[in-house]
């Protein structure tokens, strides 16, 4: 059985030495590193001399400063073009840089888009903190 890892940017809701926080305020601060990612790609229509063109979609979030993004690979596979809007609606292309089947995960990279990249990877989330996740499934936005 396959299982799909489904990527989004977790953060936690609260600490024992903060107690509740905005979460408002962490939304507006990592959205800019989230990513709706756009793929069209050439599917049969029943004919297989006639082929259509499909959107699909999903989500994924920048990794570094230099414009990595990482997805799902069911969400890029068999792409044609490869794109992803900002939160601010901009598109850009994309290319695949690599991919793992297995792991069902797949690194992009925009050179034209900039943002930074907010991962916090010294924190750690404990059982029974909240957190929340930010994504785009099926490109539904942000």
Do not use: C, R, W
């Amino acid at each position: 059985m396959k299982i799909h890892i489904l990527l989004a940017l977790l953060y936690t809701l609260s600490t024992a030495s903060e107690g509740l926080i905005n979460i408002s305020e962490h939304v507006k601060s990592l959205l800019p590193s989230v990513v709706k990612i756009k793929v069209q790609k050439n599917e049969s229509n029943g004919d297989e001399t006639e082929l259509t063109a499909t959107d699909s979609g999903g989500s994924g979030f920048v990794i570094n400063n230099q414009s990595y993004i990482i997805t799902n690979t069911h969400v890029i596979n068999n792409a044609k073009k490869i794109s992803i809007i900002d939160y601010h609606n901009n598109e850009y292309s994309a290319v695949l840089v690599g991919k793992d089947d297995k792991s069902d995960i797949a690194v992009l990279q925009s050179t034209n888009f900039h943002t930074d990249a907010i991962l916090e990877t010294t924190y750690s989330v404990s059982v029974g903190e909240g957190i929340f996740a930010i994504g785009s499934p099926f490109s539904l936005g942000h």
